[in-house]
């Protein structure tokens, strides 16, 4: 296949390309590392979660979509327990109670939420400041 269109230059490639892992991981609960990503109308983020910890229930409004990438755990939802395994992908709605019980394998996701997360937005510019960034 032949491509027609040049490569972007490295000030336009800097301009739309994140390395997810280069972004410095906030801790927004004991146990879980984030590296978070936001755009112009929704965040996402890269989770890693130690195996046997509990993300304590909390709502936000932003609505979130999870993609369980490993691990598997008990998502927390009106009271109810959803479990999850690599590859399912759990919908909370805008500010409806949920939180997450890991098992003993630990869990990463990817999650995206819209709007974007202006709380972890202050957490992460926190973040570099301290590392002089």
């Given at each position: 296949m032949e491509k027609k269109e040049p490569y972007a230059t490295p000030e336009e490639y800097?301009?739309?390309?994140?390395?997810?892992?280069?972004?410095?991981?906030?801790?927004?609960?004991p146990g879980a590392s984030v590296h978070f990503v936001t755009g112009e109308k929704l965040?996402?983020?890269?989770?890693?979660?130690?195996?046997?910890?509990?993300?304590p229930v909390h709502q936000h409004e932003a609505e979130q979509v999870m993609?369980?990438?490993?691990g598997a755990g008990d998502q927390i939802s009106?009271?109810?327990l959803y479990h999850l395994e690599k590859g399912d992908v759990f919908i909370?709605?805008?500010n409806v109670p949920h939180g997450t019980y890991v098992s003993d394998r630990g869990l990463k996701t990817?999650?995206?939420?819209?709007?974007?997360r202006y709380d972890y937005i202050e957490k992460l510019a926190a973040v570099k400041k301290n590392l002089g960034k």
């Open positions: 800097a301009k739309r390309v994140v390395r997810y892992e280069d972004v410095p991981p906030i801790a927004p609960f965040s996402v983020i890269f989770v890693t979660m130690e195996p046997n910890i509990q993300i993609v369980v990438l490993d009106e009271g109810q909370a709605h805008s990817m999650e995206v939420f819209c709007p974007p």
